[in-house]
């Protein structure tokens, strides 16, 4: 284990009621320039790889991500995570979930995530307990997703205005305290308005729609959990609702679509000049949307001073 840990990390950033993001690598090429442009701001973030990026994208592998980022890490500002593991996937079939986790785990992943979502209550308690147990044997924390965060489902998304006023698949504050204390769940991801931008079809290249964050259900749900939350979904909000969510309990910000997007759309004008975009990208979430350019030092007590200039270049 990396120290300071992934757990420790993390529950400062909730104390300190900031948000450290996670940013998702569908293509191979586009860590390095993630990692330049945190070590460029100084901030801190996670780099995360989910099943479905090198089941339907280029990742490759768990092992293909585990050794870019061995190659281009740098563990005062990174930790690699294992996002979405889903015990029933998008496309609705059953995963060996706990085979993927147990890889993650033998190949030194910070943390990882078990997705037990599309399951009735009682199965993802159970689903993600036993994750927590391999986790924590590991001595690394274990997230785990109580609601319905849309978006990765082939087919068009539900209208967003309706979803978002009927409150459709919010994680309920009863469900998520019970959930935390039966589960030991470390981190908790929770729905509150925010969707993943789409992965199939169309909408994987069409501007996703802009989500809002019900403030009130998040500082209910941090209250009544006490974890840090995980948004999901977390391109193409805006950015006061973004930071009002983080004041309210969210810690750790899932970054894919405005990434995968900057690297595809100029792919075809190399692999150089893609780079530079997802550089952007990324020193464009960190510095305009999250605003937490220096918080390595913060979180990791890296030592101090320098915190908060950034020299961004490339
Ligand atoms: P977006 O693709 O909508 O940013 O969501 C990413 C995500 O939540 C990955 O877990």
């Known amino acids: 284990m990396t120290n300071p840990s992934s757990t420790t990390i993390l529950r400062r950033a909730f104390e300190l009621k900031t948000a450290a993001p996670s940013f998702n690598i569908p293509y191979l090429p586009m860590m390095a320039p993630v990692v330049r442009a945190l070590q460029d701001t100084g901030a801190f973030g996670f780099i995360a790889v989910a099943r479905l990026e090198w089941e339907k994208f280029e990742a490759g592998s768990l092992e293909a991500v585990r050794e870019e ?114 589960t030991g769940a470390d981190w908790l991801s929770v729905a509150v308005g925010n969707i993943h931008g789409a992965i199939s079809g169309a909408a994987k290249s069409a501007h996703k729609p802009a989500a809002r964050l019900s403030i009130d259900r998040l500082a209910a749900l941090a209250s009544a959990t006490g974890v840090p939350l995980v948004l999901h979904g977390g391109s193409g909000i805006p950015r006061e609702s973004l930071l009002a969510g983080v004041g309210a309990g969210i810690a750790k910000v899932n970054v894919g679509t405005t990434l995968r997007q900057a690297y595809e759309g100029s792919a075809s004008l190399g692999i150089e000049a893609a780079q530079r975009k997802v550089y952007l990208a990324t020193v464009s979430v960190i510095m305009d949307e999250l605003q937490i350019e220096g918080s390595a030092n913060r979180l990791l007590d890296n030592g101090h001073s320098e915190g908060g200039s950034a020299h961004v270049g490339g």
């Open 69 to 182: 980022y061995e190659r281009v890490k740098d563990e005062r500002c990174t930790r690699l995570h294992l996002d979405h593991t889903p015990v029933v996937d998008e496309d609705g079939l059953q995963v060996d979930y706990r085979a993927i986790i147990e890889r993650a785990l033998k190949l030194g992943y910070d943390s990882v995530m078990v997705d037990g979502s599309r399951l009735p209550f009682e199965a993802n308690v159970q689903a993600t307990r036993e994750v927590v147990e391999l986790a924590h044997a590991a001595g690394v924390p274990a997230e785990a997703e109580l609601g319905a965060v849309l978006g990765h489902e082939p087919g068009p998304l539900p209208d967003y205005d309706e979803l978002f006023a009927s409150g459709r698949g919010f994680t309920d504050v009863d469900e998520a305290r019970r959930f935390v204390a039966q």
